[in-house]
């Protein structure tokens, strides 16, 4: 069936500096499924936690379902527990410990009609790295537009 990207965290991809990724799946109620299917969700401010040997997500804005009513549940920013596999987990708590790395949430999409988050290993940048990030992409952005006005004088 393939997959269909809700949303993405392209402030991750700004503030640190991505290593590894990881899928895992989403504890999530019947309402908050149907929002993400209309995509009413903000992972700007989400960051992920190892507790107690789980995997937790906080801060995900999932809006409520219009039509949910009393279903909905109350807080739409509330901590959901992520799905992972034990060895996944004992894995990221590890490097989570280790100095300056964490876990932040990349993107969120359904795979074969499932919910699936991805999580990111990161480190965080430094402004310097922040401005020469932006530089290359600047700079990338202008080769590409060299390349086309080019090809179209060809």
Not at 9 to 23: C, P, R, T
Not at 42 to 55: I, Y
Not at 57 to 81: C, F, L, W
Not at 136 to 141: F, G, L, M, T, W
Request: contains cysteine.
């Amino acid at each position: 069936m393939g997959i269909k990207i809700i949303a993405s965290n392209k402030k991750a991809f700004h503030d640190f500096f991505i290593d590894e990724v990881y899928e895992a799946g989403l504890v999530l109620t019947g309402t908050e499924v149907k929002s993400l299917r209309q995509t009413k969700v903000n992972l700007k401010e989400a960051f992920c936690r190892v507790k107690d040997g789980e995997v937790f997500i906080n801060n995900m804005h999932i809006s409520p379902y219009e039509q949910g009513g009393r279903e909905n549940p109350a807080d739409p920013t509330r901590v959901r527990k992520l799905l992972l596999h034990r060895e996944e987990i004992d894995k990221l708590t590890r490097k989570v410990e280790e100095k300056g790395l964490s876990l932040v949430p990349t993107k969120i999409y359904f795979k074969n009609s499932r919910a699936k988050i991805e999580i990111g290993v990161g480190r965080g940048k430094k402004l310097h790295d922040k401005r020469e990030s932006l530089k290359s992409k600047e700079a990338d952005r202008e080769m590409a537009k060299a390349l086309k006005s080019a090809r179209r004088e060809e």
